[in-house]
Every structure is written in C-alpha cells, then in structure tokens.
C-alpha cells in the first residue's frame, strides 16, 4: 500500500526557491508515475509535473516549465519538485500523487491528469508573498 506524505512548504517571498518533497510509506514500483499536481483556493486541481519511477523520464505542464524540476529518490520512496522564480500566482496547496499503470497506459504526457492517479498525499502549502 502507497501511503503519502508530502513536507516543506512554507511562505516563500516572490523570485525565492522552494523544495518539497514527498515520501512513500510503500516501496514505489518501477512501472509508477509519480505526479505533482496544485490547488488553488476556488480552482481545480492542475497537473504541473511528473517522472518515470523506473528510468526517471520527466514531463512538465507548460506553466511550470523552465522553473520546475521533479527529481526521484529510489532508495529513500521519495520524489522531490524543486521550484524556482516563485510567483504570487504559484501560491496553492501541493499534492503529490502516484499512477500505478503508468507504464502502461500511454505517456506521462497522455496521463497528466488527476483522474490517472490512484493515490495521492494530502498537500503540503506553498505561500509566494512579500
């Protein structure tokens, strides 16, 4: 079973860099996808990253591109998002999530969405302010 908990969000000034991370209480196969996905108070949940347990390929919304980076931690169930030049508009709580036919149902890019995703953390806040 895939328990997640998501950590390290905080308030974090506009231009700032962020991690937060998400760690697995079950070993994550290699055939999971791993997600990152946000909320926003009066928004959907919207897809913004994603990775290849097995050989670590990535796929990135286009918002968060060039300014996000997924990375994985095989040994440690973890996965990380790495988050730079912080917005305002990126304030919102974050969810990691893991698609556990992944492998097989297509690319990360056909599967960005939330109704792929059959287990997911509780969200941990990330705050942009000055």
């Known amino acids: 079973q895939v328990q997640l908990v998501e950590s390290g969000g905080r308030l974090v000034q506009p231009g700032g860099s962020l991690r937060i991370s998400c760690t697995s209480s079950?070993?994550?196969?290699?055939?999971?996808?791993m997600g990152w996905f946000r909320q926003a108070p009066g928004k959907e949940r919207e897809f913004q990253a994603s990775?290849?347990?097995?050989?670590?390929?990535?796929f990135y919304a286009d918002s968060v591109k060039g300014r996000f980076t997924v990375s994985r931690d095989n040994g440690e169930n973890t996965v990380y998002l790495e988050m730079t030049n912080l917005r305002p508009d990126d304030t919102a709580v974050y969810y990691c999530a893991a698609d556990r036919l992944a492998y097989y149902g297509g690319s990360l890019q056909l599967r960005a969405s939330p109704k792929f995703y059959a287990y997911w953390g509780r969200g941990t806040q990330v705050t942009v302010s000055s």
């Open positions: 990775i290849y347990w097995g050989d670590a390929t990535t």
């Open positions: 079950g070993r994550i196969e290699d055939h999971y996808a």
